[in-house]
């Protein structure tokens, strides 16, 4: 393989998503999609054996998720360089993956030559912002209004598994916690939103951006 090779994992649990990416970017001379995968898990344990340049992963997925992967990979690869593209828009989540660690950060609109651009970016180790979304979002941080914001990095995680559905003994098994740890935090971050019942806190996911309903 080529040294200036870009080489890629693609991380999204739709197929049809990752062939169209896997296309786009095969065409490019100078990057190859090395590994696929449809699941933050798998991306994990094979992380280490693949070595790619660039990790191209979806935010919502069913299993760990985004966030948690971003978590992992970090831990086991400090110099890693990950790419997320999802379908949200809203400033607390770029601001949550950002901080989780992600170098950029790229909207499922976009266009094929911005995917590339950003790839090209986060491989060279810049960091990249969507296009689409307003400048100020390159310093989006958790201080502002939203009061999703007062969330600890644990509390955020189990706050958006809830939302998309997930149990408590789902997200236990998923993050390596004790159901009842998880039933802590639960009551935590409901306490700090002011939450009564899982309605209202999908409600909020939805309305803050988290969620797509």
């Known amino acids: 393989m080529p040294k200036d090779l870009i080489t890629v994992m693609l991380v999204d649990d739709h197929p049809v998503v990752r062939d169209g990416y896997s296309r786009i970017l095969e ?29 191209v992963l979806d935010i919502n997925m069913p299993g760990i998720g985004g966030l948690e992967t971003i978590r992992r990979l970090r831990a086991k690869d400090s110099k890693v360089k990950i790419l997320v593209f999802t379908m ?19 909207m499922k609109s976009s266009t094929a030559g911005e995917m590339i651009e950003a790839v090209r970016q986060v491989s060279s180790g810049k960091s990249y912002l969507d296009h689409e979304l307003p400048a100020d979002y390159k310093q989006a941080t958790l201080a502002d209004n939203d009061p999703i914001t007062v969330l600890t990095k644990r509390e955020f995680q189990i706050f958006c ?14 993050i390596f916690i004790s159901p009842k740890t998880v039933g802590v935090h639960q009551t935590n971050l409901m306490n700090k939103l002011n939450l009564k019942n899982s309605a209202e806190l999908t409600h909020l996911a939805i309305q803050s951006g988290i969620v797509v309903a």
């Open 161 to 174: 598994a809830l939302a998309e559905g997930q149990s408590v003994n789902e997200i236990a098994q998923l």
């Open 88 to 106: 949200h828009d809203s400033k607390i989540m770029v601001a949550r993956t950002l901080e989780a660690g992600a170098s950029g950060y790229l």
């Open 27 to 55: 065409r490019q001379p100078d990057i190859s999609v090395v590994a696929e995968m449809d699941n933050g898990e798998s991306a994990y344990m094979q992380y280490a054996e693949v070595n790619p340049d660039v990790v």
